[in-house]
Nanobody, 117 residues
Framework: QVQLVESGGGLVQTGGSLGLSCAAS????????MGWYRQAPGKQRELVAL???????NYADSVKGRFTISRDNAKNLVYLRMDSLKPEDTAVYYC???????????WGQGTQVTVSS
């Protein structure tokens, strides 16, 4: 069974940095495009970063230049480095296959990121 476990969230001030990790089990990471998503209170879940199996990456305009997605297929891990954080980045962050229309049903518990102003 697929299991996705996110970690690394926390409370940070505006302009700070955080690194998130996603441990995937029950699936072969190397054959899946993987994304980091976030959901803020009262808002829909959105894709913020995507890493393709061919090594390409893609980012939402709101995080471009500030967030970096990476993966370690051998360890079945996906990472999200977040720099220059803003209060509007506050959300619960999840990883899953991507993009959203092809996301698996196996959402993890997510990890909370809170950016204080």
């Amino acid at each position: 069974q697929v299991q996705l476990v996110e970690s690394g969230g926390g409370l940070v001030q505006t302009g700070g940095s955080l690194g998130l990790s996603c441990a995937a089990s029950g699936m072969t990471l190397s054959i899946n495009d993987m994304g980091w998503y976030r959901q803020a209170p009262g808002k829909q879940r959105e894709l913020v970063a995507l890493t393709y199996t061919n090594g390409r990456t893609n980012y939402a305009d709101s995080v471009k230049g500030r967030f970096t997605i990476s993966r370690d297929n051998a360890k079945n891990l996906v990472y999200l480095r977040m720099d220059s954080l803003k209060p509007e980045d506050t959300a619960v962050y999840y990883c899953n296959t991507g993009p959203l229309i092809r996301a698996s049903p196996y959402w993890g518990q997510g990890t909370q990121v809170t950016v204080s102003s």
